[in-house]
């Protein structure tokens, strides 16, 4: 089956840098789009970048000209979070639109990372 493992997440003084991976394994064909979600407590997931099979990519207007999406050729997906900000705590998953031999076309889900920012 698929999994998505996520790394990378940690705690940082604000106006720092950390930099995600999440690395998709397993049986894939193809993989359409991957992302990254951020929950933090008490608040409903929210979109926070995605990146499509084209290259073309997507960023909440809080993040724009802060976060970086980017892909390698590996089925691995990086958000580069720069000037990070304390309102950018929570936990940020990675998800993937997946096709898959077995599964079809099935929306996948990391264990989720831990980034924390203080004040």
């Known amino acids: 089956q698929v999994q998505l493992v996520e790394s990378g997440g940690g705690l940082v003084q604000a106006g720092g840098s950390l930099r995600l991976s999440c690395a998709a394994s397993g049986s894939i064909y193809s993989i359409n789009a991957m992302g990254w979600y951020r929950q933090a407590p008490g608040k409903q997931r929210e979109l926070v970048a995605g990146i499509f099979s084209g290259g073309m990519t997507n960023y909440a207007d809080s993040v724009k000209g802060r976060f970086t999406i980017s892909r390698d050729n590996k089925n691995t997906v990086y958000l580069q979070m720069n000037s990070l900000k304390p309102e950018d705590t929570a936990v940020y998953y990675c998800?993937?639109?997946?096709?898959?031999?077995?599964?079809?076309?099935?929306?996948?889900w990391g264990q989720g990372t831990q980034v924390t920012v203080s004040s």
């Open positions: 998800n993937a639109d997946i096709w898959s031999p077995l599964s079809g076309r099935v929306d996948y």
